[in-house]
T-cell receptor, first 115, second 115 residues
Framework: EPEVTQTPSHQVTQMGQEVILRCVPI?????FYWYRQILGQKVEFLVS????????KSEIFDDQFSVERPDGSNFTLKIRSTKLEDSAMYFC?????????????FGPGTRLLVL | AQSVTQLGSHVSVSEGALVLLRCNYS??????LFWYVQYPNQGLQLLLK??????LVKGINGFEAEFKKSETSFHLTKPSAHMSDAAEYFC?????????????FGQGTELSVKP
């Protein structure tokens, strides 16, 4: 069964450094999402992406964040200058155009630790 | 605006007992409702969803949920718990008029199953 993959599974970085989290969505999906889950808290929406542009973003998704689909398969989340509070599990998700407001398939997540 | 409230951050049941995880939602538009499960150190896996039609929906692993509009609820049940059901369960809502299908999650309920 097709699945969303994410790399790396774990990333440790120093405060102020840039990180890029990578995702490979399911191949025929066209809607892409990033969510994050701070330890012990709920899963929070960050951004959705369709047709090479951001569809919607949350208040969390400030100028330090950016997303990109650099080729036909990858979807990336960049944090320009990491803060301690960016430590979280980051989940990528994708959905099929026919199921736009229905099923999102999630990757296994990248656990980011900012020191 | 949409929100989800899951009653009980921890639920403990005995193996073979009924599982009931509560979810109430708030939505200004007709909702799509979801239950996701997260096993330790894994991503989010869709258990079941309600979009339109039958209000009792069946999912994987013997789980089911009933959409009750009058009670704004979408509680998750399973007649007989199994040890392998121990995990964190998240209820989520998205709005049908919401472009990009952003999911709003509840805070999660951790299910423990005692032998």
């Amino acid at each position: 069964e097709p699945e969303v993959t994410q790399t790396p599974s774990h990333q440790v970085t120093q405060m102020g450094q840039e990180v890029i989290l990578r995702c490979v969505p399911i191949s025929n999906h066209l809607y892409f999402y990033w969510y994050r889950q701070i330890l012990g808290q709920k899963v929070e929406f960050l951004v959705s992406f369709y047709n090479n542009e951001i569809s919607e973003k949350s208040e969390i998704f400030d100028d330090q964040f950016s997303v990109e689909r650099p080729d036909g398969s990858n979807f990336t989340l960049k944090i320009r200058s990491t803060k301690l509070e960016d430590s979280a599990m980051y989940f990528c998700a994708s959905s099929h155009p026919r199921d736009t407001r229905e099923t999102q398939y999630f990757g296994p997540g990248t656990r980011l630790l900012v020191l | 605006a949409q929100s989800v409230t899951q009653l009980g951050s921890h639920v403990s049941v005995s193996e073979g007992a009924l599982v009931l995880l509560r979810c109430n939602y708030s939505s200004s538009v007709p909702p799509y409702l979801f239950w996701y499960v997260q096993y330790p150190n894994q991503g989010l896996q869709l258990l079941l969803k309600y979009t339109t039609g039958a209000t009792l929906v069946k999912g994987i692993n013997g789980f089911e949920a009933e959409f009750k509009k009058s009670e704004t609820s979408f509680h998750l049940t399973k007649p007989s718990a199994h040890m392998s059901d121990a995990a964190e369960y998240f209820c989520a809502v998205s709005g049908r008029s919401n472009q990009g299908g952003k999911l709003i999650f509840g805070q999660g309920t951790e299910l423990s199953v005692k032998p």
